[in-house]
């Protein structure tokens, strides 16, 4: 009965390094979305998942960011030659299907990335 | 594109008192989902209640229920007989339940519980 998992919980890196982030949904959820929360605001939507299948990339902040989710489960962030603005906390959620009212989003504990 | 608004940064209120959460929303769809989440200092987003645009009935959970004005576009959370435990982030948020976009979110208000 495990809820969204991520990790890790908090990752302090260096500007121009690559970072991944790994979010493990609920099991048997096939809808699965990233989303940045940077300090004192709301939440960015930059990726959702349908099994694999990723329909649409645009909300994805820059080409340095790319995601891919395997086996209809795991996913993961990438975050490529970090810069100072990438500092924030990534969240992940999964639903069983697509958002709806029957459908809500479960949401993991977030990741927060700090880059120096 | 869809837009929510939360106008209140920050709300306080006494404890056992009663509260209540502005949010306003633009769409241009008829049916749509609306839902308000709680984020405590633990970071993990928590839903506290949800409405389907097509039922006028108010949703109500416990001490949490909603006032729902589809035509103002507005829906507000009132959290009544508050508690220590209800001080967090609440998130106001709009999906269209078609996936891809997933949801829509305010910037979010501050609730503080003065004890």
């Known amino acids: 009965g495990a809820g969204v998992s991520q990790s890790p919980s908090n990752k302090v890196t260096e500007k121009g390094k690559d970072v991944e982030l790994r979010c493990d949904p609920i099991?048997?959820?096939?809808?699965l979305y990233w989303y940045r929360q940077s300090l004192g605001q709301g939440l960015e939507f930059l990726i959702y998942f349908q099994g694999n299948s990723a329909p649409d990339k645009s909300g994805l902040p820059s080409d340095r960011f790319s995601a891919e989710r395997t086996g209809g489960s795991v996913s993961t962030l990438t975050i490529q030659r970090t810069q100072q603005e990438d500092s924030a906390v990534y969240l992940c959620a999964s639903s069983f299907t697509y958002t709806g009212y029957n459908s809500p989003l479960h949401f993991g504990n977030g990741t927060r990335l700090t880059v120096t | 594109a869809q837009t929510v608004t939360q106008s209140q940064p920050e709300m306080s209120v006494q404890e056992a008192e009663t509260v209540t959460l502005s949010c306003t929303y633009d769409t241009s769809e008829s049916d749509y989902y609306l839902f308000w989440y709680k984020q405590p200092p633990s970071r993990q987003m928590i839903l506290v209640i949800r409405q389907e645009a097509y039922k006028q009935q108010n949703a109500t959970e416990n001490r949490f229920s909603v006032n729902f004005q589809k035509a103002a576009k507005s829906f507000s959370l009132k959290i009544s007989d508050s508690q220590l435990g209800d001080a967090a982030m609440y998130f106001c948020?709009?999906?269209?339940?078609?996936?891809?976009?997933?949801?829509?979110f305010g910037k979010g208000t501050h609730l503080i519980i003065q004890p």
């Open positions: 948020a709009y999906s269209s339940g078609g996936g891809a976009d997933g949801l829509t």
């Open positions: 099991s048997g959820h096939t809808a």
